[in-house]
């Protein structure tokens, strides 16, 4: 089998294994920095190696819209085009057509769109999604699902059973995961009847990864937790789980504990490029005076490239002066920062001790907050 998840120790619901994928294993849990349009921005495939990245991910809307997922199949596919040899994952695209187009309207059968580049219309259907996953050449590909605001419960009623209905018809486009896997993806926003209710279509498709979807868009963080309380023993134990679009250093300890295995973010990128960087104490921003003559590092246990030549003065310095080194310097080191962060859950697992290291980095790291 090209796509195997083993599972090799649990502590309480939390779960350490390996997800093997044509292109490499990935040792869960994993954190997977975001590659929207092929690139993680400033931060070249060398470099994610250097600091363990195992898993990217990249953006099926904004692929297929530039430069065309036909043209990247001609190119060899995502990993020759990007110069990446491990594993990626690629969306559906779902939700950025809603969120992102400038006009769509929803049936049953897909989503007409115009494209937030040049007005241009498309229609995006179940089908469509898979196409142009399928010639992305991702490992790991998703269905096409429509992510509603998670509070409003009519609504969310009415993307259930609409994403209900796509995942039937991705599965029946993409019956087979020896090349690449296709993960379902439970909806339900924040009530538990209807994330059952996902849940069950989804199981009878018998994915061999399953997705979390519809969080991290707009409820409050202690109802995505109570939301997870439930959501996650609604899946397949024998699978993977991946809650998406969650990088927050907190919400992926509380997430870990509660069984997800999988987790993605533009957050380690996108603050990196507004001057902030992670640290064990919580989020600093180095824009901050008490920077500019700091000769220490942004975290003396980091063993990424930053921390190891730079002080804080000078990384103020470059952020100050908008210059593009600091982009790639704080985005490598908070890349890093999530992958040490799951590297460590990881092993805590192992040693049956999450809830020890949880509390002690829980503590360290709200305590600005």
Not at 83 to 102: K, M, N
Not at 107 to 119: A, E, L
Not at 121 to 142: C, Y
Not at 326 to 334: D, E, P
Request: hydrophobic fraction near 40%; glycine fraction near 8%.
């Amino acid at each position: 089998m090209a796509f195997e998840f083993e599972l090799l120790a649990t502590d309480g619901r939390a779960r350490a294994g390996i997800l093997h994928t044509p292109h490499g294993d990935i040792p869960t849990p994993i954190f997977a920095p975001v590659g929207t349009q092929a690139t993680v921005k400033a931060v070249p495939p060398r470099d994610l190696h250097e600091i363990g990245a195992s898993l990217v991910l990249a953006n099926t809307y904004h692929l297929y819209l530039r430069p065309g997922d036909e043209l990247i199949s001609e190119m060899g596919g995502l990993h020759r085009f990007m110069a990446w040899d491990g594993p990626i994952l690629t969306d559906s695209g779902g939700f950025q057509v809603f969120s992102l187009a400038q006009i769509n309207k929803i049936d049953d059968q897909g989503v007409t769109f115009r494209s937030h580049i040049d007005g241009s219309q498309h229609r995006l259907t179940p089908e469509k999604s898979v196409q142009v996953q399928e010639n992305l050449g991702a490992d790991i590909i998703m269905a096409f699902d429509q992510c509603p605001l998670p509070t409003d419960r009519s609504i969310v009623e009415k993307a259930v059973a609409r994403t209900n209905a796509w995942a039937a018809r991705c599965r029946e486009a993409h019956p087979d995961d020896t090349v690449q896997a296709l993960f379902g993806i439970q909806q339900g926003g924040i009530f538990e009847d209807l994330r059952e209710q996902s849940s069950i279509a989804l199981r009878a498709l018998d994915f061999p990864g399953y997705a979390i979807g519809g969080l991290a868009v707009g409820e409050t963080k202690p109802q995505m937790y109570a939301a997870l309380d439930y959501a996650v023993p609604m899946l397949p134990q024998d699978k993977p789980r991946y809650l998406m679009g969650v990088g927050a250093p907190d919400d992926l300890v509380n997430s870990v504990l509660r069984g997800v295995d999988m987790f993605d973010c533009v957050m380690p990128t996108r603050i990196a490029r507004h001057g902030a960087a992670f640290t064990p104490y919580g989020t600093t921003n180095l824009r901050n005076l008490e920077h500019a003559r700091a000769e220490t590092q942004i975290d003396d246990t980091c063993s990424c490239y930053c921390c190891q030549n730079f002080s804080r003065a000078y990384l103020r310095h470059l952020v100050k002066s908008g210059e593009l080194l600091g982009h790639f310097l704080l985005s490598v080191h908070n890349i890093r920062f999530l992958l040490r962060h799951m590297e460590q859950m990881r092993q805590a697992i192992f040693q049956g001790a999450l809830r020890d290291y949880a509390d002690a980095f829980l503590a360290r790291y709200l305590q600005n907050l």
